[in-house]
């Protein structure tokens, strides 16, 4: 039996132990788009492959298959289209302000990510952001970098197996091209986007590539080892933006004025940051990252109702550049 057959029976035995009445030819070929015959093969492959297939008889004299024990089916994983489509109904539901179906489908998402091991849960997330976006149902206003549509997709399909992937990069300089093999690990999204991956010839750190500067990508028929322990959001945390450094790593404080502490409260600025209220109504936000470059980029934004407390290069970056003219916050 190929793959995908595999998966379709799969997926037959799931809805066939799912549903209460059991599954019909009829809903078999209009799930799979498939004939009458190759519905009724697939039936036979039900039948032969799980023990507890019970054969109803509906009133309208109507065959149903109904599983009464799942097996395997249930291991079947979590997909990135069932989250794409949860949330698109979501989406709608707030649209629609049917506040509670919302809600009922927010918990239902939940519990499916809940019930995901954690690694396929983030892989699927991410897939199902992916998913949305390329279909127009996610929108990200202002500037990004141009990235080849074939590129994205095939760096998708690697992170997926996980596949190593021949790449052709363009370094900065205006150096020709590299052809390069690394292991992907996950990606950063921003203005610009970062395929995170190991180049073996180059030792065992993981590396930032930039998706607009890789010109050819192929997914290798090779899979390979993980880093232990690697975890995307851990790793995204140590940068305030996309911009990794051991170097910059450490301690960050900054203070907002009264005027802009209300404001500065709807920000989630690091997702490890710590938040204290001043007796005069100022806010102080800390947290741990690299990447001052990238601050120095959004407190410009914040004008004079900012002040860098920590660290002492990125204060030094901005205090000549605090302006008091801004007539609206970010």
Do not use: C
């Not at 954690?118 to 990200?140: I, K, N, P, T, Y």
């Not at 990069?169 to 991956?197: F, Q």
């Amino acid at each position: 039996m190929s793959f995908a057959k595999a998966r379709q029976l799969l997926q037959l035995a799931e809805m066939a132990a799912a549903r209460h009445g059991g599954v019909t030819l009829n809903d078999i070929a209009e799930t799979f788009a498939v004939d009458h015959r190759t519905a009724q093969r697939m039936t036979k492959a039900l039948e032969e492959s799980f023990g507890e297939v019970e054969i109803r008889t509906l009133p309208d004299r109507r065959r149903a298959w109904k599983l009464r024990d799942p097996g395997p089916a249930r291991f079947q994983g979590l997909e990135d289209e069932t989250l794409a489509a949860l949330d698109i109904s979501i989406r709608a539901a707030e649209r629609g302000d049917t506040a509670a179906d919302a809600a009922a489908l927010r918990r239902l998402r939940e519990r499916l990510i809940a019930h995901a091991p954690a690694r396929e849960a983030r892989r699927a997330e991410s897939d199902a952001e992916a998913l949305l976006e390329a279909q127009g149902f996610v929108a990200r206003p202002g500037p990004r970098t141009r990235i080849d549509a074939g590129v994205a997709e095939t760096v998708t399909h690697a992170l997926k197996g996980p596949f190593r992937l021949r790449i052709l990069y363009v370094t900065p300089g205006g150096a020709p091209p590299v052809p390069r093999i690394v292991e992907p690990h996950g990606l950063l999204v921003g203005p610009r986007r970062y395929l995170v991956a190991r180049q073996p010839d180059r030792g065992p750190e993981l590396r930032h590539f930039r998706l607009d500067r890789i010109l050819e990508a192929e997914a290798l028929d090779e899979s390979f080892a993980m880093v232990p322990g690697f975890d995307i959001d851990a790793h995204a945390a140590r940068a305030f933006g996309l911009f990794q450094s051991e170097r910059e790593y450490g301690e960050v404080a900054w203070r907002f004025a009264p005027r802009a502490a209300a404001h500065a409260r709807e920000f989630v600025f690091h997702p490890a940051q710590e938040v204290e209220e001043n007796p005069d109504g100022s806010l102080v936000v800390r947290f741990k990252a690299a990447g001052w470059t990238e601050m120095a980029w959004h407190l410009y934004q914040w004008g004079d109702s900012v002040e860098v407390l920590a660290p002492e290069p990125l204060r030094r970056m901005v205090e000549n550049h605090r302006r008091s003219d801004f007539e609206v916050l970010p």
